[in-house]
């Protein structure tokens, strides 16, 4: 008896462990200027710009295309974090 899919979720599970590889460490370097709407939008997306590229070569691959989503929105929150917390700082300096 043959189980059919299996060599689909090999490859998936390849593609996957692959990419898991490539975005181990740092994804690249955003600046923003935390009083900038604009700025942390930009910065915003120049991240998801950066893990678009990393995963341009699994488009087809859903386990990725669900971790691509979770990461945009993690690097998306802490963005806006960081930017709150130097707003903060600054405001209490002052």
Same mark, same amino acid.
């Given at each position: =008896? #043959? +189980?059919?899919?299996?060599?689909?979720? *090999?490859?998936? =599970? /390849?593609?996957?462990? /692959?990419?898991?590889? $490539? %975005?181990?460490? *740092?994804?690249?370097?955003?600046?923003?200027?935390?009083?900038?709407?604009?700025? &942390? $939008?930009?910065? +915003? +997306?120049? +991240? !998801?710009? =950066? &893990?678009?590229?990393?995963? $341009?070569?699994?488009?087809?691959?859903? =386990? %990725?295309? #669900? &971790?691509?989503?979770?990461? #945009? !929105?993690?690097?998306?929150?802490? &963005? %806006?974090? #960081?930017?709150? !917390?130097?707003?903060?700082?600054?405001? !209490?300096?002052?």
């Amino acid at each position: =008896m #043959k +189980i059919k899919g299996l060599d689909h979720l *090999s490859k998936q =599970m /390849k593609q996957l462990e /692959k990419f898991m590889k $490539e %975005i181990d460490g *740092s994804l690249g370097e955003v600046q923003f200027d935390p009083f900038d709407a604009e700025s &942390i $939008e930009q910065a +915003i +997306i120049n +991240i !998801e710009n =950066m &893990i678009d590229q990393k995963s $341009e070569n699994y488009l087809n691959n859903p =386990m %990725i295309s #669900k &971790i691509v989503g979770n990461l #945009k !929105e993690n690097y998306r929150q802490n &963005i %806006i974090d #960081k930017a709150a !917390e130097a707003r903060v700082n600054t405001d !209490e300096d002052a």
